[in-house]
């Protein structure tokens, strides 16, 4: 009598989990039954892990000469001796052309071309494989596929780094894990399978802790990263960020569930004809975002607050260390750092507060508003502080922020279909990388340009009045924050 054949879940299950059953020697019955939390520490695994690989990687270009001169040298200790240098006496960004005395290209140049060559080809993958994510419900098989990719991203920076290679180097690794789908497709596998095992009623809940756990461990790598590289070199803490991606992996593939799946990765090719080629699958994915849907007007405000106020979040980091190191404050890059992954770590731990103080009162768009708010009186704190106690404080201030986005992402999925989420937080993503790549000379350019503070001296009572400071970054980002208010 011939075998009944297996339903495609449990073909599927075999293949990622190890039988799918509790008799199995691949199984943890009493973890398993929790599977829903285990997503979190997936999220917790690769952001501390890439986080760590990505503050080292992007200061690789920066100190290449000084690591080829003296590679022995301990590691950003430089630092913390440089005396500090008033706003108006910063020189301008090198992005000129190199002399013919120099070598190669200058670190700002390398640093774009080594971004490039992961943001590009992880937009363009990334939403053929939310739509294949959709269409099979294979969430945790592109969950496996980007965080692979980025193990061997990271694999190229220890490579790269411990031979003292050409920063270019690096672009091999971040091309290969952006045709895996680098962080957009990891971002929207991660949602997504949130929500396939989710009502909406505790949808919000479990984006909180998404948001308490990725802001959590990149606070932890801040820190961490540089701290360590500056005393043992880069090679280290690279190796450990490799370890911890590659744990997430074994964890993802030993551990999580593979709910709701529509068919197996071998379907999926046995089935090509079922499948959509490239091109339509780029065409359908933006025809779901912006196809016709009940209350179109709320889902089209919701992402413009999104926008707004991921610009501004984005913009500030992109300032802060800088804006903290020079005259008046001549914080040290230690206590920068401090600071910086205080806050992130404040953040994440204000959006469980906030989702608990206020979730019993008001609506997901009002908590979202009061964290805006919050967040823009942090901004405000910034611009005129005028003591390192002030900008500690402006931290409570500003940690309920952390609330925001995840309120705004659990809106936008409730207007989407359930066959539809895969391709919306891969939407999410990209219009983070694309905000990424605009904030950055956005923010840096009013830095500069308002650099140095422009006086003038009141007569009548003999004192000079400042009018435009390097202070106008937060003065812009809390502008930002204060347009979805308007909406």
Known sequence: MAETPKPVSDELDDLFVGSG???????????RRHQISHIEVVI??????????????????LLYSSLKATPNASLFAYRNTTPCIPYHSLPKPNVTV????????????????????????????????????DQYRSRRTFLIMSTTGILIQIIGYIITIATLSSPGGLIVGNTISGILGGYPTFLFCCYAYVVDLNSQSSRTTRFVFIQLASLLTQGVATIVGEQWAKYHGYVPP???????????????????????????IYDMKRTSEYAADICKNIAYFFKTIFKSRDN???????????????????????????????????????????????REIAMGAGAVIGWILFKGCFSELTIAGIGITLMIAESIMIAVATSSDVLFGSIAVGAIGGVTLPCLLS?????????????????????????AVIGLPTFLGIFMATRIDIVFHRMQTDEWIKILSPEASYITSSALDTIPHRK
């Not at 690989?53 to 992007?58: D, F, H, I, Y």
């Not at 926008?307 to 040290?332: A, D, H, K, R």
């Not at 999925?413 to 999410?428: R, T």
Request: hydrophobic share 50%; glycine share 6%.
């Open 296 to 342: 179109k007007v709320h889902y089209y405000l919701v992402w413009i607050i999104f926008t707004f106020v991921s610009l501004s979040m984005i913009g500030f980091f992109e300032v802060i260390n800088i804006y903290l190191s020079g005259y008046p404050y001549c914080w040290q890059i230690d206590k920068v750092l401090i600071y910086d992954g205080g």
């Open 98 to 133: 190199p002399s013919p005395t120099q070598h190669g290209l200058p670190p700002v140049a390398w640093i774009a071309i080594a971004n490039s060559a992961y943001i590009l080809p992880s937009a363009f993958f990334s939403m053929i494989y939310a739509v294949w994510s």
């Open 21 to 31: 059953n509790t008799g199995s020697r691949f199984s943890i019955p009493v973890i």
């Open 411 to 435: 809106i936008l999925s409730k207007h989407v279909n359930e066959d539809e989420q895969g391709i919306l937080f891969c939407f999410v993503a990209l219009v983070q990388l694309i905000i």
């Open 44 to 61: 917790c695994l690769v952001f501390l892990g890439y986080g760590i690989a990505n503050e080292l990687s992007t200061s690789y270009p």
């Open 238 to 264: 690279l190796v450990l960020s490799a370890v911890v991606v590659a744990i997430a992996i074994f964890y993802t593939w030993y551990l999580l569930e593979a709910p709701n799946v529509k068919a197996s």
